[in-house]
T-cell receptor, first 112, second 112 residues
Framework: DAMVIQNPRYQVTQFGKPVTLSCSQT?????MYWYQQKSSQAPKLLFH???????NEADTPDNFQSRRPNTSFCFLDIRSPGLGDAAMYLC???????????FGPGTRLTVL | GEDVEQSLFLSVREGDSSVINCTYT??????LYWYKQEPGAGLQLLTY?????DMKQDQRLTVLLNKKDKHLSLRIADTQTGDSAIYFC????????????FGTGTRLTVIP
């Protein structure tokens, strides 16, 4: 089945230790998004890739980076995680000019 | 930027109808969505409505849209305990890569 996959589902890291979260999709969608959802809050867009073009939201901290080596994969890198970065990270995809968005199951990040 | 608001909590008895409300600010929004999030899980698209529609029905779900008041509601008929979750309203950004802006989420609790 076509889908959006996120690995790992649960990630524990130490304060300041770099961590990478992974998202892959079999939908061949050209747009991929990373959202951060803190406890009891709405998902908040961090950035998105429109094809190969990276688009950062204005208030996304520099600590957060992303890579998209090909259409199928997108990575979220947190260079120096702080306690405030503990959250659920959601990956989503969409196909240009359509209105359907497909979300992955999320990766829950814990920072010790 | 867009602002999407929802009440935080709703409790209903099993078998009753639930109505979850949402207000949004972007009058140019063409698509509006309802997502369901169960504990520890990602976002599941429940239903959506185009801005040129007033109502959409899908089995137990009814979406009402009042464009004049920028008000969206989701009615769940015959609410079941499995409907207990957080429900997010979202509107589609009309600029850039058509990002989704989410409301704060409404936690629905169904009392047996």
């Amino acid at each position: 089945d076509a889908m959006v996959i996120q690995n790992p589902r649960y990630q524990v890291t130490q304060f300041g230790k770099p961590v990478t979260l992974s998202c892959s999709q079999t939908l061949n969608h050209n747009v991929m998004y990373w959202y951060q959802q803190k406890s009891s809050q709405a998902p908040k867009l961090l950035f998105h890739y429109y094809d190969k073009d990276f688009n950062n939201e204005a208030d996304t901290p520099d600590n957060f980076q992303s890579r998209r080596p090909n259409t199928s994969f997108c990575f979220l890198d947190i260079r120096s995680p702080g306690l405030g970065d503990a959250a659920m990270y959601l990956c989503a995809t969409s196909l240009d000019q359509t209105f359907f968005y497909f979300f992955g199951p999320g990766t829950r990040l814990t920072v010790l | 930027g867009e602002d999407v608001e929802q009440s935080l909590f709703l409790s209903v008895r099993e078998g009753d109808s639930s109505v979850i409300n949402c207000t949004y600010t972007d009058s140019s929004s063409t698509y509006l969505y309802w997502y369901k999030q169960e504990p520890g899980a990602g976002l599941q698209l429940l239903t959506y409505i185009f801005s040129n529609m007033d109502m959409k029905q899908d089995q137990r779900l009814t979406v009402l849209l009042n464009k004049k008041d920028k008000h969206l509601s989701l009615r769940i008929a015959d609410t079941q305990t499995g409907d207990s979750a957080i429900y997010f309203c979202a509107e589609r950004d009309q600029t850039g890569a058509n990002n989704l802006f989410f409301g704060t989420g409404t936690r629905l609790t169904v009392i047996p």
